[in-house]
């Protein structure tokens, strides 16, 4: 008891302090500020006085604050370092990420944050506006997506991603709204105000399929490449139609009278606004490619380029209202690949990295604010209209793949079976882009509490549900996987040689496909392009930028299998010494043996972070009932501050007395 | 329609090829029209030479790979149904050929692709991929653009990968087991795609300078689709 008296006495001197503060300031987020200044406060002991001072003299301030000063970046930082330590928490299980994929855990989490503050009566800070995130932090991660995408794959299937992305965003918007109207004009449900064109923008804005969202689970459920392909493309792809349906039915919203005429003219801006997307990435690509040929003296700001044109192409996409989406993925697409020829390898990692690291934190973010948002908006529930909604999204989509599928599988090399057009269907997640998209909503739709409301249901629905559930699933229905740490030079000699081969038996035939033009788009790449964009354009064959990359790997891991130090290592030239002269070229390690003997070893000789872990997990509790503790004093509310207190303490002696 | 079948007649032994092949009548008269195109003096066989004015075959890297793959060394000429014989290997695969039935395997499954690729490695035909022969592939492929030690190291490496039993040369079971386990690699699939469209009256022949012929056929063949995994 001893002990509890000094703490309260202790919360009590330093609860008047950060009471003053607070009214001074009255910022939003205080509770974490005011604990970290708590924490980062002196212990309690009297100033040392002034020498030689009157008492009526005011002193010299030893210690002051400013804190509307550094309000904004601090809070953003504060909140961003929150998000990621939820990110680190996450990994200390390794259980759950497995099973549940990191978006749902973030959403959990922004929704306990949510739930904290509006029980402090606090609103969150206003990020999820849309002007926020369609300029901050939608384009890391779209960027993202486009510079990691695999060229090769996503032109042999662009037919099919095409296809999917605009008809199949088509159908289900037009399927759902009038499905949903159809469902208004039911009395029970007591939704009849809802006209025609108000459901149909509301059903453009749930069909359109997320990338953040879908790439976070097909990220882990390593699913064959043709579909992986199919479903990214066509999340980055159906912005363009989202766009122009959105938009369309907005004008057409607070207009009384349809024409045809606006229905052709709106046909004529869905092609301005999707080939206008990508004329200005490819714009932008080439410019910043002929960029980097001439930075060789300032490779510091190499990865800058990159960055800048990118964003460029986005905003002005925005600016014109074209798809900035498809903008930005067919500039990232266009620059990589003589982007990475003309910059150093360092900044080559470095854009890599930074890209990745920006994306992470955006989708982060994203994720996190879902969930705060989720509890601080005013709902408006009406069971029947979101019943339906989910209903007919799951259907449309449904119907939608397998109608689609149908039609193309004909035009398809590798044609799509049921499992795959299962996971395909299932795999349509929507998330915060629809989002961002109800919350721009214009305010003389009557209902639009109810829109957004329906909105984050399905967000919540289709990432929980189908997010968590789709990882068994596919692996119960056993749909074609994928092995993609398969990089064999013998792989790649083969593709080449296919290559030639059908470029040359068409040429026999007199008969041209795809590899016809793609054969004459390398022709021209060689002589044209590749002279203006890069600074030394001897070509490389990809055979040989394999090896290269192969070997590099093959050396690093020898160097790394070598417990230790480095030095003890045989050096790679004398490798190279003694293979020439051995006859038969020595047996070297292959890259999977190394990386199998890797794991077993470090599997076998680290037991002692288990331990370790369940000590972190402990710390994590007990810091998280001190927080609660430290908000029910501040609120004052003594009831709550006694029970934590009683939880806390409880805690704190179980851990010592050695029980888990 | 009664014009297509007295085509057809045209064709000599049309019948069998389709039974043999699996390719359909529209595929088998585009084929024969390529042919009399290629067969420019009208001898009804085509000899080397003729391959050789194809221009685009000339720059290929391995485009003398691929027209000795039609016209064996020892045989002067080349007859319709044997350069059909040939591109039947490069139809998409029947799922459901199965193998109890007592008709010789079709040109177009699995394992007779694998072969035909196989055999443009393979020049001399002992049944293994040696150094020699790897290293001249990529040679062709490669060209200018590496030195010989880049080279021979290619090269070993890519024995060392595939060579299970440690001979030096890659056997055609090697071959096999490195397309099955090489799934993303070797999906690089490549499809010659058309539509079936109208009739023949549509095709029109454009003669190029210098020997040079394209065909542009209008109405086409359906999909010759050479899949690999």
């Not at chain 1, 550094?70 to 990994?91: C, D, M, N, R, Y």
């Not at chain 1, 999340?235 to 229905?263: G, H, I, K, S």
């Not at chain 2, 090829?17 to 699996?22: S, W």
């Not at chain 2, 029109?204 to 300078?209: F, K, L, P, S, V």
Request: glycine share 6%.
């Amino acid at each position: 008891n001893e002990t509890t008296m000094w703490f309260r006495k202790l919360c009590h001197r330093n609860q008047t302090l950060v009471l003053e503060w607070l009214v001074e300031t009255s910022h939003p987020t205080f509770f974490l500020s005011a604990w970290i200044i708590n924490q980062s406060e002196a212990p309690p002991e009297p100033r040392p006085a002034p020498i030689g001072t009157h008492a009526e003299k005011a002193n010299l301030p030893v210690f002051t604050m400013d804190y509307p000063r550094i309000q904004i970046p601090f809070e953003v930082t504060l909140w961003v370092l929150l998000a990621s330590f939820a990110k680190i928490g996450f990994h200390v299980y390794h259980k759950i990420t497995v099973w549940v994929p990191e978006s749902c855990l973030l959403i959990s989490i922004g929704l306990i944050v949510g739930a904290i503050m509006h029980s402090v009566n606090e609103e969150p800070p206003a990020v999820l506006t849309s002007n926020v995130f369609f300029l901050y932090m939608l384009p890391p991660i779209v960027l993202d997506s486009g510079y990691f995408m695999p060229t090769r794959p996503f032109f042999e299937n662009i037919g099919t991603v095409l296809w999917f992305a605009v008809v199949g965003t088509l159908w289900n918007s037009i399927g759902i709204g009038m499905s949903l109207f159809a469902i208004c004009q039911i009395e029970a449900f007591g939704v009849q105000d809802i006209n025609l064109q108000e459901n149909l923008l509301f059903a453009s804005i749930i069909s359109a399929v997320d990338p953040v969202a879908v790439l976070n689970v097909f990220e882990d459920v390593s699913v064959n490449e043709q579909l992986y392909i199919v479903v990214f493309g066509e999340c980055l792809f159906n912005d363009a139609v989202t766009v122009v349906l959105y938009n369309m039915f907005n004008f057409v919203a607070e207009m009384p009278v349809v024409e045809p005429v606006d229905v052709f003219l709106g046909v004529a801006r869905f092609f301005v606004v999707g080939l206008g997307g990508m004329g200005f990435g490819i714009l932008f690509g080439f410019v910043a490619a002929f960029t980097t040929r001439f930075t060789s003296k300032v490779r510091e700001i190499e990865p800058l380029f990159i960055f800048m044109y990118s964003y460029l192409a986005y905003l002005v996409a925005e600016l014109f209202a074209i798809s900035s989406i498809m903008a930005i993925v067919t500039c990232a697409l266009t620059m990589k690949y003589y982007v990475e020829e003309n910059v150093s390898q360092r900044s080559c990692t470095t854009i890599r990295h930074v890209v990745k690291m920006l994306g992470s934190i955006s989708e982060t973010l994203i994720f996190f604010f879902l969930g705060v948002v989720t509890i601080t908006t005013e709902h408006e529930w009406n069971w029947g209209y979101i019943l339906f909604t989910l209903l007919f999204a799951f259907v449309w989509r449904g119907l939608g793949v397998l109608v689609l599928t149908q039609i193309i599988n004909p035009f398809r090399t590798i044609p799509f079976n049921l499992k795959d057009q299962f996971g395909l269907a299932y795999g349509g997640l929507r998330g915060a882009i629809s989002f961002a998209l109800a919350f721009t909503l214009p305010d003389n739709i009557g209902r639009r509490q109810l829109f957004i409301t329906a909105t984050i249901a399905i967000i919540l629905f289709t990432v929980f549900l189908q997010g968590i559930s789709i990882r068994p699933l596919i692996e119960l229905i056993n749909v074609r996987r994928t092995n993609r740490n398969l990089d064999t030079i013998n792989a790649e000699i083969h593709c080449r040689l296919m290559e030639h081969t059908i470029a040359g038996i068409e040429d026999l035939c007199g008969q041209w496909s795809h590899f016809y033009w793609k054969d004459k788009f390398m022709k021209f790449n060689n002589r044209i392009l590749r002279r203006i964009l890069i600074r030394d354009s001897r070509a490389e064959s990809s055979i040989v930028a394999l090896y290269k990359k192969l070997e590099l790997q093959n050396a690093m891991e020898i160097l790394d299998t070598v417990s230790g130090d480095i030095s003890a290592a045989p050096s790679i030239v004398s490798l190279y010494e003694e293979k020439k002269n051995a006859g038969k070229p020595k047996k070297m390690f292959l890259a999977a043996d190394l990386r199998n003997m890797h794991d077993i070893l470090s599997k076998n000789m680290y037991k002692i972070r288990q331990r370790v872990r369940s000590g972190i997990i402990w710390i994590i509790f007990l810091a998280l009932l001190l927080f609660i503790y430290m908000f029910s004093l501040i609120t004052q509310s003594n009831t709550v501050s006694h029970f934590f207190m009683h939880l806390y303490f409880c805690g704190l002696c179980c851990k010592l007395s050695g029980r888990t | 329609m009664g014009s297509s079948s007295s085509r057809l007649d045209r064709v000599p032994g049309a019948k069998d090829l389709m039974e043999e092949t699996g390719f359909s009548e529209t595929n088998i008269l585009c084929l024969y029209d390529r042919f009399e195109v290629l067969d420019r003096e009208e001898r009804g066989y085509l000899r080397l030479e003729d391959f050789e004015a194809i221009q685009q075959l000339a720059v290929n890297p391995i485009g003398d790979r691929i027209i000795g793959a039609f016209v064996f060394p020892g045989r002067e000429t080349l007859d319709f149904p044997s350069f059909v014989r040939v591109l039947a290997h490069f139809r998409p695969t029947d799922t459901t050929w199965s193998r109890s039935g007592s008709q010789p395997e079709p040109a177009n499954s699995r394992t007779r692709k694998l072969r035909f690729a196989f055999s443009l490695y393979d020049q001399d035909g002992d049944g293994k991929i040696s150094r020699a022969e790897l290293t001249e592939m990529l040679q062709a492929m490669l060209g200018m653009q590496v030195t010989d030690e880049q080279l021979q190291s290619i090269v070993g490496r890519a024995i060392q990968e595939a060579d299970l039993d440690r001979d030096g040369a890659i056997s055609f079971d090697e071959f096999k087991k490195m397309a099955a386990s090489g799934q993303t690699g070797l999906k690089s699939v490549s499809s010659i795609m058309y539509r079936t469209k109208q009739q023949q009256q549509q095709q029109q022949y454009i003669c190029g300078e210098g020997g040079t012929e394209q065909v542009h056929l209008k109405h086409s063949c359906q999909t010759l689709m050479f899949i690999f995994c």
